[in-house]
C-alpha cells in the first residue's frame, strides 16, 4: 500500500509540479493549502473541455470570489450547464475538488425537501477524502436550516450509522456557528432543539465525532454558556465514558 502523501500546509511551499497537478485533477489534494491553491478554472477546462465559452467565462468569474463562495457559484454554474446528470459525472471522479464541484451542484438545486437532500448528499458525506466531507456539509446547511425541525430528525437518524463520517456530519452540519459558515440563530439561542442529535453521540467512540459534538458544544457556549455547563454535568454523572469526559472538556474550553 501506498503511504499517504504529506503535501504542503502553506500555498507557498507547493512545488509547482505538484500544484500543476492538482490543477490538472490527476492527483487529489493533500492538505487544505493545497484544496485552496489548486486553478479550479483550469481543472474545469480538463475536466469538462466541451463547455461552451460562456459557461468557462461564469467559473473564470467565480475564481475570483471566495472560498466558499466560489464553490457555491461554480455548482450552480455546472448544474445549469449540465443538469442533475452532471452530478453522478463529477461524484465519480477522482480529483476531490471534483467531488466537491457535487456537493455544491446538490445544494444547488432548487425545491428539494430535506430528505431528497440528504439522501443525494450521502455518498460525499461519506467520502474518503477530507476535503469533500467538509465541501458536502458546507453545501446543503444553508438548506438544512431554513427546514430545522425536519433536518434535525432526519440526521438524528444518521448519527446510528456505522460510518463515523456520517455521524460526524449529521453533528457538523448545524453547528451554531460553523466554520466559513452563516451562523444559525435558532440554535445559538435554543441549542437544546439540537438534542437529538448530540445525545446520541455523547460517548461516541470515534475521535473525528468527539471533536464535531465537542465544537458544536463550545459554539453554544459562546451563547448559552449555563445550557452547556449544565448538559455537560448531565453528561458526567453517574459514571461517564471516557468518550464522553473528552466531549466534555473540549466542549467547556472556551468556559474556564
Given at each position: 500500500?501506498?503511504?499517504?502523501r504529506k503535501g504542503a500546509t502553506r500555498a507557498a511551499d507547493i512545488p509547482a509540479d505538484v500544484l500543476q497537478a492538482l490543477s490538472r485533477g490527476e492527483m487529489q489534494s493533500a492538505t487544505l493549502a493545497e484544496c485552496m491553491a489548486l486553478d479550479q478554472a483550469t481543472l474545469m477546462r480538463v475536466v469538462f473541455p466541451e463547455l461552451p465559452p460562456k459557461v468557462l467565462k461564469d467559473v473564470d468569474s467565480a475564481c475570483e470570489l471566495g472560498v466558499l463562495k466560489r464553490m457555491g457559484r461554480i455548482g450552480a454554474v455546472l448544474l445549469d450547464a449540465l443538469g442533475p446528470d452532471?452530478?453522478?459525472?463529477?461524484?465519480?471522479?477522482?480529483?476531490?475538488?471534483?467531488?466537491g464541484w457535487a456537493c455544491f451542484m446538490i445544494g444547488a438545486q432548487?425545491?428539494?425537501?430535506?430528505?431528497?437532500r440528504l439522501s443525494a448528499i450521502r455518498p460525499l458525506a461519506d467520502d474518503d477524502h477530507f476535503g469533500v466531507r467538509e465541501w458536502a456539509w458546507m453545501a446543503v446547511r444553508p438548506h438544512l436550516a431554513e427546514a430545522l425541525n425536519v433536518s434535525i430528525a432526519l440526521l438524528a437518524q444518521w448519527t446510528s450509522s456505522p460510518s463515523e463520517r456520517l455521524r460526524r456530519f449529521a453533528s457538523e452540519a448545524l453547528r451554531p456557528r460553523g466554520v466559513w459558515s452563516a451562523h444559525i440563530a435558532a440554535l445559538k439561542h435554543e441549542p437544546a432543539q439540537a438534542l437529538p442529535i448530540l445525545s446520541p453521540l455523547r460517548a461516541d467512540p470515534s475521535v473525528y465525532v468527539q471533536?464535531?459534538?465537542?465544537?458544536?458544544?463550545?459554539?453554544?457556549?459562546?451563547d448559552q454558556p449555563a445550557w452547556v455547563r449544565d448538559l455537560c454535568a448531565q453528561w458526567l454523572q453517574p459514571t461517564p465514558a471516557d468518550a464522553t469526559r473528552r466531549i466534555c472538556e473540549r466542549a467547556m474550553r472556551s468556559l474556564k
Open positions: 500500500m501506498t503511504a499517504p452532471g452530478i453522478e459525472v463529477c461524484r465519480a471522479h477522482s480529483a476531490d475538488t471534483v467531488r432548487p425545491d428539494l425537501p430535506p430528505s431528497a471533536d464535531s459534538v465537542a465544537n458544536w458544544l463550545n459554539d453554544a457556549a459562546k
